[in-house]
């Protein structure tokens, strides 16, 4: 009986020796989850742009959590007046838009399409009418066009970009409006004036640039 309940308990440890090899651990390095992943991308980011066609302008851009988070719609806008012998102007750049990252998520190497308007305002002063006598009025135009971009955005807290591009569209090159003489109010005419030379612009579109700089949460 003894020796029967011996051999009970070795044949089991004894086929445990053999076969260790099965029992072994394995230790793997962990890998990031989606969640971690989507964590640490910068969703938000703002800063400024300076390039053609406008001075420099301020934008901001949302990086969307759906699409596996490479889609980003942006804004832009700008302002800028200035002061001559006969009139007092001001340009106005607006854009909205969105961008696809290419390879990585919410940064690296992107295309672009937006819509964009380039609005010149200005207040004439001093306009030389048809009948010789001078006069004054206020005409304004919007340069529209549909953009495409190819750019380049590091990631970070705080962020670099370039971009190029070219905006499509039929721009006009001079303002027309009603101008009213200085010494007769109830005189009225037509009038047009060119519009300044903006780089980059001509009449069937503008060429885009810009390089900027920002910060990213």
Do not use: C
Not at 112 to 139: D, E, M, P, Q
Not at 172 to 198: C, M, Q, W, Y
């Amino acid at each position: 009986m003894k020796k029967g309940f011996f051999l009970f308990l070795i044949v089991p440890l004894f086929g445990l020796s053999n076969n260790k090899e099965e029992f072994e651990f394995v230790a793997y390095p962990l890998e990031k989850d989606s969640l971690s992943v989507e964590n640490d991308i910068k969703r938000v980011s703002g800063g400024l742009k300076f390039g053609f066609p406008y001075m420099v302008v301020v934008g901001v851009q949302y990086t969307l959590p759906f699409f596996d988070n490479h889609f980003a719609p942006y804004f832009d806008y700008s302002q800028y007046s200035y002061v001559d012998y006969n009139k007092e102007a001001e340009f106005r750049f607006s854009e909205w838009g969105i961008s696809y990252f290419i390879k990585e998520k919410g940064k690296g190497l992107y295309v672009g399409v937006s819509h964009s308007n380039l609005s010149y305002n200005a207040n004439f002063i001093n306009i030389t009418l048809k009948n010789g006598s001078r006069g004054f009025g206020n005409g304004e135009v919007d340069l529209r066009t549909t953009n495409l971009r190819l750019g380049l955005k590091t990631g970070g807290i705080f962020y670099f970009r370039i971009e190029m591009g070219y905006g499509f569209g039929n721009l006009p090159k001079a303002v027309t409006f009603r101008a009213t003489d200085n010494s007769d109010p109830n005189h009225t005419e037509l009038a047009s004036e060119d519009i300044p030379g903006i780089n980059g612009v001509s009449k069937s579109g503008m060429l885009v640039g810009n390089i900027g700089f920002g910060i990213a949460f």
